[in-house]
């Protein structure tokens, strides 16, 4: 069974910042493709970043030159480390895992900018 259990989402002042974390189970870690999704209130889903398989970046241009996606390949997690948070990056946070065998979704973690 696959399991994505995102963490590390919570309320923080504009400019600060915060490290998500989510940790993958049940799938080759190694040859996945990673992404972070968030979804504001009223807005669809967006793809933040991505962390390809063979180490490969890429980034909203909302989000580049802030966050910066890396992976553990040993502890099965990717991380996203958000610096500079602007009250319009508040969202659930979502992890993505992409393989060969299927796409697969975490339950979310809330961000919250104030102002």
């Known amino acids: 069974q696959v399991q994505l259990v995102e963490s590390g989402g919570g309320l923080v002042q504009a400019g600060g910042s915060l490290r998500l974390s989510c940790a993958a189970s049940?799938?080759?870690?190694?040859?996945?493709?990673m992404d972070w999704y968030r979804q504001a209130p009223g807005k669809q889903r967006e793809l933040v970043a991505t962390s390809a398989s063979g180490g490969s970046t890429n980034y909203a241009d909302s989000v580049k030159g802030r966050f910066t996606i890396s992976r553990d390949n040993d502890k099965n997690t990717v991380y996203l480390q958000m610096n500079s948070l602007k009250p319009e990056d508040t969202a659930v946070y979502y992890c993505?895992?992409?393989?060969?065998?299927?796409?697969?979704w975490g339950q979310g973690t809330q961000v919250t900018v104030s102002s």
């Open positions: 049940g799938i080759i870690f190694s040859r996945s493709v």
């Open positions: 993505n895992a992409r393989w060969a065998f299927g796409t697969y």
